[in-house]
């Protein structure tokens, strides 16, 4: 969740989303089509881009980390096949599953979600993901302040326990779930709501936004020209 | 030798990367795209079904909204546990028992959204096969064998065996989906997947089981307790 706190503070996120939402896809393509050589490059490019974007390099490391950790042993079963070592396949989709992710970070880490949901314009999907994206915020913090009174009253201490708690909180959450939508709802319908959520934010038009795109172009060239050639 | 490193991986991989989510970049275009347009039909399906649902009871939003952040977060929580990896339950099943399959389907999808934009867990280019096998393969699963063991009258057996099923198939599934895009050099896929199943197997099959029983027990709860919602769900 670290990642949506920073979203909200740093040069890229009053800009508006579109440009970053293409940027990030576009990359995302493109890391299917680059070589492993220009894809550990789109890696190195986005930290410099969140560098630029003045985003706290110690959080995003962690978070990185954490990810590209998980990748590796995901990525750890297609190194093996029964036949033969399969080294190339593996590196490959390694590298370009890390690549990938990190074009997703880039737009992770520079765009509040709430601004991606404000471009869906389907009605009813905008207004059930915006009001999930809210829900989601209000029970994390009721399981978070659950699991600590849990584990202050000797909860998960071994595996019978912890199956007996993890009981006791999935019937909590759920109840809680049910009790905070009559609730939520009765607030909404106070307000005058009529099936519709409108988010209205203003974004500002910055020169900024044009490096990330720079930067691709940049990549683009150097496998057409210099890898592919 | 290359049987024993596969049968190494088999007890080194599962105890950090238990988590059935194909991560960004895994799948080639090619299935990537067939998986998401596998996954469109469903979930236009439960659109429709959802928009039912609120035309009958503008109420149910908020509900449906929770529903799927409680799945989210269940899957998102640190729950401290003692054998070491983050071992959760899904909540899928549940929703399913109570809300109907094609319903989760679209809840379903919109939790990886968020998976895949809070957390940089699964991807956008994987999504449409993480949809399939998370939030159509399991409810529909989940669904229709609580539907058959509920003819035969005991509960507790029909919700356990829906849970467990739910979650069985949906690591079965994404096995396959592996295998297909990374089948084996000279066996083929089949020897791929079994490789794919083995490796998560060995988290997969404790972990279904629990999420079996604690479905059971928190329906149980539910039923005890909110006697009106249950029974609205079991139409």
Known sequence: MIAEKISYDNRFSNIHP?????????MLFLTFWFSNFVNVLVIVSIFFLLFFAKVKMTDFLKFFLVVVLFIFLSSLTLFFDFSALTVQRGLKVFVRSVAGTSCILFLI?????????????????KDLIFLIYRAIYILIKVVEQMITAQAARFGYTNFRNTINSMKYLMY???SRSIKYSEESYMGLSSRNYNGTIEILKEYSLNLYILIP?????ILIALEVFYVKA | MR????????????????SMHIMEGFLPPAHATFWYILSIPFFVYGLFAIRRILKENPKQKMLLA????????????????????????TGVGLGAIIFGPTTMTVLGAIVLLFQALLLAHGGITTLGANVFSMAIVGPLVSYFVYKLFMKTGKRTLAVFLAAFLGDLFTYVTTSFQLALAFPDKSYGMWYSFAKFLGIFAVTQIPLAIIEGFLTVVVLDMILKYNEELALGGEK
């Open chain 2, 66 to 89: 929770f529903v799927a952040a409680f799945a989210f977060v269940l899957s998102a929580m640190k729950i401290p546990s003692v054998t070491g990896s983050c071992s959760h339950p």
């Open chain 1, 109 to 125: 880490f520079t765009t509040p979600v709430v601004d991606i949901i404000s471009f869906i314009h389907f009605r009813m999907l």
């Open chain 1, 172 to 174: 909590g959450a759920f």
């Open chain 1, 18 to 26: 579109l440009p970053k939402i293409i940027f990030s896809f576009s």
């Open chain 2, 3 to 18: 049987f024993l490193m596969v049968l190494l991986l088999i007890f080194v991989v599962p105890s950090f990367g238990f």
């Open chain 1, 213 to 217: 795109f720079v930067v691709e172009i």
